[in-house]
T-cell receptor
């Protein structure tokens, strides 16, 4: 069963706009990761945020984590057509597990 | 580095046939994983391995077997394919140090008729 659930399932925006995706999970975690998947390709790791961190940045990506609400958000600023992809969150449960549980993903379309 | 590679990229099987999917990684990672991805279902873990000679069941192991005889290779076998196993299969390996990232292969698209 999926631990992480992304919201929305699909998002369509114009180039230059910001895109925000959310992930909710159910149990205590060590860390949460975000991945991108382009159509027909494997997943690519974007960013990892640990349970004791609240915010992390990487280029145009900003990830927040609220462990009290068991939720995370991924913000892509100034989106580009090349950002069109599916985005997945994955969580490692507390206790040193390296077996991540993936959500169903958010499909992002950025129109040029 | 080639990263994670998968063989084959595509395959069509008839019900009841068997096949083996090969995953190879050249990053010396201990952890390796096999997932299947179906529309609207995200990634579901089939089996995983925490090191050479070890394997463990994931969320959806039925109908699949795995072996990890060498650290760099992780094989996924289907002994008697069923149409329900039509899916895209991804292999991944993981660095468990500072970066703690999973690296994914390009996927194998399997159709069982």
């Amino acid at each position: 069963s999926q631990q992480g659930e992304e919201d929305p399932q699909a998002l369509s925006i114009q180039e230059g706009e910001n895109a925000t995706m959310n992930c909710s999970y159910k149990t205590s975690i060590n860390n949460l990761q975000w991945y991108r998947q382009n159509s027909g390709r494997g997943l690519v790791h974007l960013i990892l945020i640990r349970s004791n961190e609240r915010e992390k940045h990487s280029g145009r990506l900003r990830v927040t984590l609220d462990t009290s609400k068991k939720s995370s958000s991924l913000l892509i600023t100034a989106s580009r057509a090349a950002d069109t992809a599916s985005y997945f969150c994955a969580t490692d449960a507390s206790g040193g597990s390296y077996i991540p549980t993936f959500g169903r993903g958010t499909s992002l379309i950025v129109h040029p | 580095n080639a990263g994670v590679t998968q063989t084959p990229k595509f395959r069509v099987l008839k019900t009841g046939q068997s096949m083996t999917l090969l995953c190879a990684q050249d990053m010396n990672h201990e952890y390796m994983y096999w997932y299947r991805q179906d529309p609207g279902m995200g990634l579901r873990l089939i089996h995983y391995s925490v090191g050479e000679g070890t394997t463990a069941k994931g969320e959806v192991p039925d109908g699949y077997n795995v072996s990890r005889l060498k650290k760099q290779n992780f094989l996924l076998g289907l002994e008697s394919a069923a149409p329900s196993q039509t899916s895209v299969y991804f292999c991944a390996s993981r660095e468990t140090g500072t970066r703690n990232e999973q690296y994914f292969g390009p996927g194998t698209r399997l159709t069982v008729t």
